[in-house]
C-alpha cells in the first residue's frame, strides 16, 4: 500500500471519530435538557392578592386517580389528596387516636411540602385542609384544620382520647 492511501485511510477514520463524538454529544446533552424540562415542569396556583404559587409538577407521580381527587401519597395513618375541579389539597388522618395522629402529623406536612416543593409559607396561601376520619370510615363533620404552622393551626383538637364526632368542637 502507498502512503498515500494510509493517510487517507487514517484521516477518514479520525474524520469519522469526530463526527461520532459530536453525534454522541448532542444526543447526551439533549437528553439532559429533556430531563431538565420535566424536572422544572411547575403547576401555579393563583392565591390572593393576584399572587401565584409555583409547586412541582405533583400530578406526574400520583399514587392513584379517582374522578376529582389525585392521591399523592397515602399510607395505613394518613393520605394526601389533590381535589382538582375545585384545586384544594386535603392530609386525611385515619386513625381514631389523637395521639397517633399527632405523631403523624409533622410527617404528613413534611410529606405535602415535598411533594408540592413549596414552603411552608408558600403553603399557608394554598387551600389545604386537615381531616380527622372516625373509625366509621367518616370524617368529622364540617371539621377541616389549617396545617399546624399556618395561622389557626393549633385548633387542632387537644384531648387524647379517641375522635368521634360528639367530643370535637
Not at 376520619?133 to 384544620?145: I, Q
Not at 396545617?147 to 393551626?153: M, N, Q, W
Request: aromatic share 10%; charged share 20%.
Amino acid at each position: 500500500m502507498s502512503r498515500k492511501k494510509i493517510i487517507i485511510i487514517i484521516g477518514t477514520i479520525i474524520v469519522l471519530a469526530a463526527v461520532l463524538s459530536v453525534l454522541i454529544f448532542r444526543n447526551y446533552k439533549n437528553k439532559s435538557k429533556n430531563q431538565q424540562l420535566a424536572e422544572e415542569k411547575k403547576i401555579a396556583f393563583q392565591v390572593s392578592n393576584n399572587k401565584v404559587i409555583l409547586t412541582k409538577d405533583f400530578l406526574a407521580n400520583t399514587v392513584s386517580h379517582y374522578g376529582r381527587v389525585d392521591t399523592l401519597y397515602s399510607d395505613d395513618n394518613f393520605s394526601v389528596w389533590y381535589e382538582n375541579v375545585d384545586h384544594n389539597f386535603h392530609i386525611n388522618f385515619f386513625s381514631g387516636n389523637l395521639e397517633e395522629i399527632y405523631k403523624d402529623r409533622s410527617q404528613a406536612e413534611s410529606v405535602l411540602l415535598e411533594k408540592l416543593g413549596v414552603t411552608q409559607e408558600e403553603a399557608c396561601l394554598l387551600s389545604v385542609g386537615e381531616v380527622i376520619w372516625t373509625s366509621e370510615a367518616l370524617p368529622l363533620p364540617d371539621v377541616v384544620y389549617p396545617l399546624s404552622f399556618c395561622p389557626g393551626g393549633d385548633a387542632f383538637p387537644k384531648s387524647t382520647d379517641s375522635v368521634t364526632p360528639s367530643n370535637i368542637r
